[in-house]
Nanobody, 126 residues
Framework: QVQLVESGGGLVQAGGSLRLSCAAS????????MGWFRQVPGKEREFVAA????????YYANSGKGRFTISKDNAKNTVFLQMNSLKPEDTAVYYC???????????????????WGQGTQVTVSS
């Protein structure tokens, strides 16, 4: 079983920064990549960013380009999401996710992810 644990959420003023972390564990963890999604009540889960474990491929939603940076620590199976210049509309619960080993992974599609963390709340005040 794969476990994903997010941390780093909180309350920040508009223009501020937060760094989210997602640590993956589990005896069989060998996923292709990791992604970050966010969700507000009443809306669908929205893709934020993703990164491949091998190489340096990264993927971003337009909403975060130039403000968000996804990175990884392969040795620790940990992915980070650095969020700068935060806006009130970035307020959401942020989830990290991983696809199943050997599955067809499409970074921006939440349906291609098999494992999800519990989520961490990010609140940006105006």
């Amino acid at each position: 079983q794969v476990q994903l644990v997010e941390s780093g959420g909180g309350l920040v003023q508009a223009g501020g920064s937060l760094r989210l972390s997602c640590a993956a564990s589990g005896r069989t963890f060998s996923s292709t990549g990791m992604g970050w999604f966010r969700q507000v009540p009443g809306k669908e889960r929205e893709f934020v960013a993703a990164i491949a474990w091998s190489g340096y491929s990264t993927y971003y939603a337009n909403s975060g380009k130039g403000r968000f940076t996804i990175s990884k620590d392969n040795a620790k199976n940990t992915v980070f999401l650095q969020m700068n210049s935060l806006k009130p509309e970035d307020t959401a619960v942020y989830y990290c996710a991983a696809p199943a080993t050997g599955s067809h992974w499409i970074p921006h599609l939440h349906s291609t992810y098999a494992y999800w963390g519990q989520g961490t709340q990010v609140t940006v005040s105006s």
